[in-house]
């Protein structure tokens, strides 16, 4: 069975013709399975995600898909006023069709889709106003609110807490592994890339794209070069088993 849903060959994205981002990068994503993208402040992560989306065109290569794809921005910025459940309802609206009013279905889906993330008590609050984590649940709430065969998600935790983080990448986690779906997320927390990744690309420094499974690539060495800080890998103890994360370490101005 060909469960790829997501695949690139060669592909080079860039802003100008003699300036890639990186090189040539081969991707494949198959179904039930979550990629990890890590690299650096500006090694060009969200402009792959867009390129894959098709907003942007590649420098090089190719980009193929077999199914809808759905994209969780970092931020989205509007220049109307939206309630939140109205912001989830419109990611819905290739199930609702153009002349038609949201049913009691879409209703029902969408504020699922607040409760699975706990702000089911947000709904009727205007998007604007809300804090930027909050604004960022909103956007996951609203890709749980629609069907996809591929999750894009840019940085889905940077803006929240440590509770909310761990909802979301549990929630990725589930998305993959009970709707079969495609989970492709960046990050800047090599432990989330641990816990939930198969498969990982890390986008080094000097435009190196490493790719393959999380065993293979997510290493103490490449994530030290990846951000120049030393990473170590630690195993933590709970008791029904025992985890593996990577802890950055800060203190070197210290001394030792
Ligand atoms: N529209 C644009 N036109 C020209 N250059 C751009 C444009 N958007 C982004 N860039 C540049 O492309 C590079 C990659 O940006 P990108 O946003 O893809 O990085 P990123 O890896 O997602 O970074 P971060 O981790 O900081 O979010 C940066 O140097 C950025 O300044």
Request: with cysteine.
């Amino acid at each position: 069975m060909n469960d790829i849903t997501l695949k690139t060959t060669d592909l080079v994205c860039g802003y100008q013709p003699n300036c890639p981002l990186f090189d040539p990068v081969s991707l494949e994503l198959r179904r039930g399975e979550i990629t990890a993208i890590l690299g650096g402040n500006g090694q060009g992560k969200t402009t792959l995600m867009k390129t894959l989306l098709g907003h942007h065109q590649p420098l090089q290569g190719q980009v193929a898909h077999a199914g809808e794809i759905n994209f969780v921005p970092q931020r989205f910025d509007s220049a109307f006023s939206y309630s939140v459940i109205d912001m989830v309802l419109m990611g819905r609206a290739n199930n609702i069709g153009l002349f038609s009013s949201p049913s009691h279905l879409d209703f029902q889906m969408a504020h699922q889709a607040l409760d699975m993330l706990s702000i089911g008590y947000l709904a009727e609050h205007e998007f604007d106003r809300l804090s930027g984590g909050q604004q960022q649940l909103v956007l996951i709430a609203r890709a749980l609110a629609t069907k996809c065969d591929v999750l894009i998600l840019d940085e889905p935790t940077t803006a929240l807490d440590l509770a909310f983080q761990s909802t979301v990448i549990e929630l990725l986690y589930s998305l993959a592994k009970e709707r079969n779906i495609s989970v492709l997320f960046s990050t800047h927390e090599p432990a989330q890339a641990q816990l939930i990744a198969d498969n990982i690309l890390l986008i080094m420094k000097d435009k190196r794209c490493l790719t393959g499974n999380k065993r293979d690539i997510l290493t103490e060495q490449n994530l030290t070069e990846l951000y120049g800080v030393p990473i170590q890998k630690c195993q933590i103890r709970r008791d029904n088993g025992c985890y593996t994360t990577f802890l950055p370490y800060f203190g070197g101005f210290l001394g030792e």
